[in-house]
């Protein structure tokens, strides 16, 4: 067993627990297998299912949110407010420990959806309907892409081991 493979493997974990954030953890995860392909450590074949499964995780995540956003009234608007305002709120709850960042990404993907849906003149009964909806969506959303996370961890923690 190569010492680097066990180097990768602990980045690789570490990565998969940004991923709930919203946060690169799958791509950390691909740069390491990336790496590992350079120096012959993991195949192409590894290397490229797993891009393929990072690619899948990011359409994934977009289309749940887009699809939670559309059945609760959203528009395209509000599905892009939700986006922004998850973004800011990760970054936001990052002086809270782990959970800080989660609970704000979902909080300001709700606000985001809202606000925008609100300057759509609609009423403040149809704003949190939409962010609610873009709220569920996010989480879960989060869960898939994370799945999709141990799933590449899986496949580059055999290849960067065995």
């Known amino acids: 067993m190569n010492p680097w493979g066990l180097v990768g493997v602990a980045v690789m974990i570490g990565s998969l627990f940004l991923?709930?954030?919203?946060?690169?953890?799958?791509w950390i995860m691909?740069?390491?297998?990336?790496?590992?392909?350079?120096?012959?450590?993991?195949?192409v074949l590894v290397l490229l299912a797993t891009l393929a499964i990072a690619l899948a995780g990011?359409?994934?995540e977009f289309w749940i949110v887009k699809r939670y956003n559309l059945r609760y009234g959203g528009s395209n608007r509000a599905f892009w407010g939700a986006l922004a305002g998850g973004l800011i709120g990760t970054f936001v709850?990052?002086?809270v420990p782990i959970i800080?960042?989660?609970?704000?990404?979902?909080?300001?993907s709700f606000v985001g959806?809202?606000?925008i849906t609100m300057t759509e003149a609609r009423t403040l009964g149809d704003a949190t309907r939409v962010g609610w909806g873009v709220m569920l969506g996010r989480v879960w959303s989060a869960v898939a892409k994370t799945a999709a996370g141990v799933t590449i961890l899986a496949l580059g923690g055999?290849?960067?081991?065995f």
């Open 58 to 60: 990011e359409l994934i």
């Open 100 to 108: 800080g960042s989660i609970i704000a990404g979902i909080i300001g």
């Open 93 to 95: 709850g990052i002086p």
């Open 113 to 115: 959806a809202m606000l």
């Open 19 to 26: 991923t709930p954030l919203g946060l690169p953890g799958n």
């Open 158 to 161: 055999w290849a960067l081991l």
């Open 30 to 43: 691909i740069a390491v297998l990336a790496v590992g392909a350079f120096f012959g450590e993991v195949g």
